[in-house]
């Protein structure tokens, strides 16, 4: 079992950063490739980004790419999502995600464990 829990959210104007974490425990947080996704009010649940379980290898959603970095602390057992350039368009609930396995995929029903979410709202 892991478990997950997301912070860092917030309300941030357009152009802004944040960066949101994830702190996980449980069972081994470095043998599982993470990912974050979002859910705006009324969408379904999107891919956001990715990383596998070394770090090395990382996937985006095209609308965040050159935007958003996702990274990872086995360490610390936690993985990052650093945002730059927020649009209002980015405005969503950010979840966390892990799967067992050691690489990353973009579809949510490949992960295994979520975290409750946190808020993030870019105003224009």
């Known amino acids: 079992q892991v478990q997950l829990v997301e912070s860092g959210g917030g309300l941030v104007q357009a152009g802004g950063s944040l960066t949101l974490s994830c702190s996980a425990s449980?069972?081994?947080?470095?043998?599982?490739?993470m990912g974050w996704f979002r859910q705006a009010p009324g969408k379904e649940r999107e891919f956001v980004a990715a990383?596998?379980?070394?770090?090395?290898?990382?996937g985006y959603a095209d609308s965040v790419k050159g935007r958003f970095t996702i990274s990872k602390n086995n360490a610390k057992n936690t993985v990052y999502l650093q945002m730059n350039s927020l649009k209002p368009e980015d405005t969503a609930v950010y979840y966390c995600?892990?799967?067992?396995?050691?690489?990353?995929?973009?579809?949510?029903?490949?992960?295994?464990?979520w975290g409750q979410g946190t808020q993030v709202t870019v105003s224009s």
């Open positions: 990383i596998s379980w070394s770090g090395y290898t990382t």
């Open positions: 995600a892990s799967r067992m396995h050691s690489m990353p995929v973009v579809r949510t029903d490949e992960y295994d464990y």
């Open positions: 449980g069972r081994t947080f470095s043998s599982y490739a």
